[in-house]
């Protein structure tokens, strides 16, 4: 098969690899039928996050069952599944409450840019849609795999509410499912931090009401004047840098709530300052699984469409392209058929 | 009218000191009946905060309400009352969400450790007993006005529910009391750090089940092994430092849930740690106010006994000798009665 390597800062290959195979009797081989760049693909691509090796990059996929270890007994080939960038066994007691992606037997999935992949614990992990997908859904069907799970778990743990106020920092791909979970959830005033008018543009498309292109500091007062002064309810972090979190701590009521969903880079909180901010934090790695069923659902009878986030479509082979063009923010987040 | 007032490190007074009046209409003066030194007061004390101008001191008050302002409609002379730290007006949107600390016009309510107090947005802050109290009761109603509102605030930020395992990081007052809290919430194991004889005899009678005597990562290893090697669903951190937090954050499981309630002192936050901890966070000053009526009952009905923390009682003319009882750590705290 062949897949996308990733060598050093900038150098992405597409190369022939072994193909997968069945390693335990609790794996699934799948075919892919769309994967795609991550945002946290960059951290690598540009080199932050160092790469020692020649690494197999990705890891948001759909695609079609081709082979299952002798365990599985949930999915079966033929059918068209999703799965986080974490498989989980979704039985142990974390998995119970909810936190999939720190379930007790996780393991990341990596190598999903590529014609085929293995998937551990498919039992856990994946999530069958009803029936094979219709072309124009299967966009929209793979960001569940990640960047719409992210999203939604941002709005989840931000504790997003009917009738509440909430910010949304960050109006990447994240930051933009983000604002489509708030909608879901039923939040009155979506507020998104952008300054890019194609960003902003798709932002008011999934259910911002306002916008605020300022930052720092001011994009905090610009906030407490649309909050009577207080702040919002519900402050959703899509970033991942200091300035970012900063930011939405400080657009946060007293007593809000305050998530974070991209893995945090250089980020310190100072304690005597979060004491008296007297938020709610929480955040980490997004728990997909436990909202892919009822995504799954939303896309399927089409209330939602978050793969509108998809503003490149390339051919698998080209997935350099896809990277670069994300690098340098000519695109959001570029799809990848192979 | 006389009182404490702290002139630099380890040099508190008692002195005559002007008497409180009716500056607003929404003040009351209260004479104070009992009060007592908190564990934050020996930051200052011990001239980790500064001190830069003769302070009084006290935050912890109850008493009997002696004159109110033309505005105050809800407590009256001669009833006995009890209120938090922080005055609020308790009408506010942060106060209708229960953080009267942060309440949009809260004032802090010093000099406590006197005869006499001027307490202002009154209707707001004082929650009145049923009836004057028996004098045994008068300790555990001191202890609503922080300490014990402190450890409940602890517990409720913590997602405490019945059922589920604890853990206590702190054996001062306020940890003991969280214990309390707790209890009263149902929680099936209560497990409480410390390495003090007599601290750990009254945590197990207010209802801890498990003592843990080691500290950092051996303590975070115990936890662990009392978990199923997953962490508790609950951990309090009653302390403000940085080995604590760590040890609180670290002590809890994936999706689990760390208050934190002592003001932090040099602590900070490592973005990605906390990340991948998955845990909810939450603290801050806590507000009282929320929980007084409540609270309240439980004490006037004897089913929480948090006066007990009192191992020390001194005529309040005796204050320094409470706060260099405490520093010296020879007192879990000290009740002072004018």
Redesign the interface.
């Known amino acids: 098969m062949k897949g996308a390597v990733l060598y050093g800062p900038g150098d992405v290959r597409f190369e022939e690899l072994d193909d997968p195979k069945i390693l335990k009797p609790t794996d699934a081989i799948i075919q892919i039928v769309a994967a795609c760049v991550c945002g946290s693909d960059l951290w690598d691509y540009r080199g932050i996050n160092p790469v020692t090796q020649p690494t197999p990059m990705g890891h948001e996929y759909c695609g079609i069952v081709e082979e299952v270890g002798s365990a599985v007994k949930s999915v079966k080939p033929g059918q068209f599944v999703i799965g986080s960038f974490f498989a989980s066994d979704n039985t142990c ?2 998995c119970h ?3 999939q ?2 379930c ?1 037997h996780r393991e990341f999935v990596g190598g999903a840019q590529a014609t085929r992949l293995r998937v551990p614990l498919a039992d856990g992990t994946l999530v069958a849609t009803p029936d094979l997908p219709p072309d124009d859904l299967i966009p929209s069907l793979l960001t569940l795999s990640d960047v719409m799970g992210t999203g939604w778990f941002a709005a989840d743990a931000a504790n997003v509410k009917p009738g509440k106020t909430v910010v949304v920092v960050g109006d990447g791909a994240v930051g933009l499912c983000a604002v489509i979970a708030a909608k879901q959830m039923g939040a009155e005033r979506i507020i998104i931090m952008s300054r890019n008018p194609a960003r902003q543009k798709l932002a008011r498309e999934f259910g911002a009401t306002d916008i605020v292109p300022d930052r720092g500091d001011e994009g905090v007062a610009r906030i407490k004047d649309l909050t ?3 702040g919002a309810h519900s402050v959703l972090e899509c970033v ?1 840098t ?1 300035e970012a ?1 900063m930011q939405a701590i400080r657009s946060a ?3 809000g709530y305050v998530s ?1 969903v991209g ?10 300052e ?12 997004a728990p997909v699984r436990r909202f892919l069923p009822e995504m799954i659902d939303l896309v399927w009878n089409r209330k939602i469409n978050p793969g509108k986030v998809f503003d490149l479509r390339l051919p698998l082979d080209q997935v350099a392209e896809g990277y670069r063009a994300m690098s340098e923010r000519r695109a959001i987040k570029a799809l990848l058929i192979p």
């Open positions: 007691a974390i409450d909810g936190y992606s720190s007790v009577d002064g207080l991942g200091q979190m009521r007293p007593g974070y893995v945090p880079h250089g980020v310190e909180l100072d304690g005597q979060l004491f008296f901010a007297h938020v709610h934090l929480h955040g980490g790695p």
